[in-house]
């Protein structure tokens, strides 16, 4: 709900748990008043200016209590008094800039979706404009909430309103200034196999700054960042989140001032970024989630997964019973042929796997990762009948049929290289760095992403395509392209982002029965911008259900369950050489879109009536997974091993999976406190005995001790009436 006092210019925007209140100063600058839990609104929350500052006035003023770098500002620049990050930065006709941002109106709006950048549906959404009518320009702050949800999205809209053109060299999509408190950040940490594991730091004067200069979100660091109390776990604590719906470079800021106040802020990162706008031209930043919750980090991912799933990713599929897939990746890389990919059809028939996702190595000449990325026509060696027998074949046997593509791509020895040597991203007279043996198209050219359409476009239609695999696996160097001018070379980084969402945008519109799972060196571009497009993303190359349980519990920090894509592959595993039962694999890889990444025609006939089984129980459970709620109970990180459970809404069916600590040998009894069920209701457990959610919440539930390593333990529970 919105509320707004006309006449002190107060704005009070509550969400589920939260009151965010604004005011506009004496001095005409929009402070933040109170984000937090959710409070009676009482008018004594409007003292802010008195006895503050003994440093710089405010422009025009000689009052020498008023400092801005003390106000608690939404946004800020540079050159006016305040001197901590600002938010943007913007380069004048002569040369200045300063630029000092004070209240001029506000409007309450519906959102517009022209353009291809993500932004979550629905809401009430406030507009509050800030102006420098010297440095000529107006910055629109946009705020959306949701009755329902606990978070706010927050972007910004940046119009030239002088004669003249203005240069920007940064422009966030927030800034927020709250009272620290004792604070810790958290951040999603790693790298390709290793994506997304938590790690959290006390916070320290001075600024920190999580970023990705990759081209790519990345999966060196997330772009979220949460602050949350010092004692925060799981279930207790405030904790703020931050998560940028965005999938290029970023950064996010968390800076702690002298006076201990807390400014945290981020966008698109402004290394590297720079941005013409004409007279009237305006500039649309990324939107930023900012979660609040007073119940933990729990709290703060439930809100993350509400929002995405009720109004980010697709309608269309993001409730939809998901496809169980076989992917031949790891079954065979590039080593394949038609008879082989269809006796791997052949041997999944009846087991309830129902797409087949052909992998890499199928177009060109490509036996290897050194060729042919851009020549999307058959391998006429592998597939002398083409594609379509192979999707015909999965269609006739009852399977619907997927295809890996890395569109972003192409390899210096193929077709489309040699007819189009201006389609790549590189800068004439230096020989551009590859990655992964391959350069990176040029998406800020509307041609080379109108090829990318078109080429997709004529599989799905010619081919029969349910499902497409959206690959990417290199990060950008040599930015630069040969159709953008000097003076916009800088606005190549987030124009490569726009021309990624424009084409999924336009497959998606067009096609829209046909799934795309994002995937990126498995999860090395896992954001809210691909889930906005791709309801489901690879989390990870390393399919391992030990090494799973970590990036999975990273991963939900942000992203809902239904968005991890996660497969059953073999032992000993290929990324890490561990073997761990079957059944933990498959218990691992049910907690995320199920599927399998193995050579089905050597399962054994217990292992095929795993699958069998693991299928049909996963389709059973798959409503908890798409619209349930997710509670992490044990952190490998700090626990030392995993334990999750899927709640559904109204808490009456639930499933707890655990993966205990491998036995020393006389092991303790360990017990999991089961936060997120009924406390008020009976619980019966697999089917047998009945416990009060009460003493499953307080007591916990006792681990079964188990021998050997790496088993899990899955329990489901049922409201008895
Ligand atoms: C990286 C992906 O993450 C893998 O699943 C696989 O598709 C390979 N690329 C293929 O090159």
Redesign the pocket.
Known sequence: MIKINEEQKIFDLSGKDFNYILAVNQFGYLENLYFGKKIEYTGFIKNFTEARGHGVCVSGERNRHADASQFMLEYSSVGAGDFRIPSIIVNQKSGARTCDLKYSSYKIVEKRFSSPLPKCRGGETLVISLTDESAGVTVDLYYTIYDDISAIVRSVNVKNMSNDEIYLDKAYSFNIDLPYDDYRITGLFGAHLKERSVESEKIMRGTHTLSSLRGVSSAQINPFIAVSDSYATENIGRVYGFNLIYSGNFELNVSLDEIDHLRINGGIASEDFGWFLKSGEEFETPECVIAYSDKGFNGMSAAFHDLYREHLINEKFVYASRPIVI?N??AT?FNFDENKLKSIIDSVKGTGIDTFVL???WFGKRND?TTSLGDWFANKEKLPDGLKSVSDYCHKNGLKFGL?F?PEMVSPESELYKHHPTWVVKIDGRSPCLG?DQLVLDLTNEKVVDFIVETISSHIENDGLDYI?W?M?RSITDQYSSTLLKENQKEFNHRYVLGLYSALKRITEKYPSVLIEG??????RFDAGILAYCPQI?T??NSDAYSRTRIQYGTSYCYPPSAMSCHVSVCPNHQTGRVTPFESRIAIASLGAFGF?LDSTKLSDDERSAVKAACSSYRQDEVLLLGGDLIRLKSPFKDGYFAEMLVSKDKRRAKLTVMPPNSFGNDKFYFVRLYGLNENAMYRLNGQSVASGSALVHRGYYLPRVSGDYNTIVVYLEQTD
């Not at 995937?519 to 090395?524: E, I």
């Open positions: 992917n990746w790891e890389y992998d890499d190595g990762d890996w890395e992964r695999k690959d696996n995937c990126a060196s498995g999860g090395c690879w990870s190359d990444e």
